[in-house]
């Protein structure tokens, strides 16, 4: 659609995809993904979980696009647990996206299926043991 794709060069809306608020590209939230999974930690321990995973988690995105494709870009596949060590590297894992408002995002190689809410401007994303979140970038 030109049209729709010269108001977005213009204005950086689209009339056709706007009202699907997970398409776009989001970046993975290390303080928000921190305070679920450790809301109650001290000072330290939160610099320290904090700092890990900016570590492990550096360059971690995702993407949805409008044909329901999901790209998870840069994510080590390891269950966030304390006292687990990292083991692997970043993998780039794609999927699919169902639904609207509430997701559910199914990734290759998995079996299982993640859903996805919106908690105010994140996307967080849960399945395995811990919730991971991730805010849209601009």
């Not at 105010?120 to 805010?135: E, H, Q």
Request: charged share 30%; glycine share 10%.
């Amino acid at each position: 659609d030109l049209k729709d794709l010269s108001k977005f060069l213009e204005t950086g809306k689209s009339s056709k995809y706007d009202s699907e608020p997970i398409l776009g590209r989001w970046t993975f939230d290390a303080n928000a993904t921190r305070r679920r999974a450790r809301p109650n930690a001290s000072g330290s321990e939160a610099v320290k979980l904090r700092t890990w995973m900016n570590e492990k988690f550096p360059k971690s995105s995702l993407v949805a696009a409008p044909d329901h494709l999901l790209v998870l870009k840069g994510f080590p596949l390891i269950k966030l647990q304390s006292g687990q060590p990292y083991s692997g590297e970043a993998k780039n894992l794609k999927g699919e996206w169902q639904g609207r408002g509430d997701y559910e995002l199914t990734l290759e190689g998995g079996t299982d299926k993640r859903t996805a809410k919106f908690d105010g401007n994140r996307l967080i994303i849960s399945g395995d043991s811990t919730s991971v979140a991730f805010i849209k970038e601009d």
